[in-house]
Nanobody, 120 residues
Framework: QVHLVESGGGTVQPGGSLRLSCAAS????????MTWYRRAPGNQRELVAA???????NYADSVKGRFTIARDNAKNTVYLQMNSLKPEDTAVYFC??????????????WGQGTQVTVSS
C-alpha cells in the first residue's frame, strides 16, 4: 500500500507564489512517475506537471514558465513551485504517484487534494 500526503495549498493574491508538497510512503520499491493534476469547479481534471524516474519533466502549456516540478528521491517527495499565480489557477490540486511495490506489483496512488485559491 502506498500512501500520499499533500500539503501547501492556500489562498494567495494574483502574482503570488505557493509551493505544494506530496510525500509518498508505504511499500515502495521504486517510483516511476510523480504527477500533479488539478480540477477547477465545472472543469475536468487536467495534468499540470509530471516528473518521471529519469528526471524528465512535462508541463501543461498554461503553466510553462511559471510552475516548476521537482522531487526529492531520498524523501519520496514531489514539489510543485507555483509562481506568478493567476485566478485561473484556482483549483483543487491532486498528487499522483505511480510506483512498483516491494512485492513487485504496480501501484497508482492519489493524494487527498489540496485547495489553491488565487484571488484579490
Amino acid at each position: 500500500q502506498v500512501h500520499l500526503v499533500e500539503s501547501g495549498g492556500g489562498t494567495v493574491q494574483p502574482g503570488g507564489s505557493l509551493r505544494l508538497s506530496c510525500a509518498a510512503s508505504g511499500s515502495i520499491s521504486s517510483i516511476l512517475s510523480m504527477t500533479w493534476y488539478r480540477r477547477a469547479p465545472g472543469n475536468q481534471r487536467e495534468l499540470v506537471a509530471a516528473i518521471i524516474s529519469g528526471g524528465s519533466t512535462n508541463y501543461a502549456d498554461s503553466v510553462k514558465g511559471r510552475f516548476t516540478i521537482a522531487r526529492d528521491n531520498a524523501k519520496n517527495t514531489v514539489y510543485l513551485q507555483m509562481n506568478s499565480l493567476k485566478p485561473e489557477d484556482t483549483a483543487v490540486y491532486f498528487c499522483n504517484v505511480a510506483s512498483k511495490t516491494i512485492w513487485g506489483a504496480m501501484s497508482d496512488a492519489w493524494g487527498q487534494g489540496t485547495q489553491v485559491t488565487v484571488s484579490s
